[in-house]
């Protein structure tokens, strides 16, 4: 919707919060997991780490990448 009103600013704190809750999600499952979980949860910490921290990169580079669609 952002996008489709010419509101770049509204788009880039969109994505930017989206980026940010990615990240949380990786952080809380941390904290979570470091009281609940028996055994060693470093694997599981490490990959969603790498897969949300990948997907908040990817997001990043869209919102670097891509054209303005500006008059």
Do not use: C, H, W
Not at 2 to 31: C, D, W, Y
Not at 36 to 57: C, E, H, R, V
């Amino acid at each position: 919707m952002a996008r489709r009103n010419n509101e770049p600013v509204i788009e880039a704190i969109k994505l930017t919060n989206f980026s940010s809750s990615l990240i949380s999600l990786s952080l809380t499952q941390t904290a979570i997991m470091s009281f609940s979980y028996k055994g060693d949860p470093t694997f599981y910490n490490g990959l969603s780490g790498i897969i949300f921290g990948a997907l908040a990169a990817l997001i990043g580079l869209y919102m670097i990448l891509r054209t303005p669609t500006g008059d």
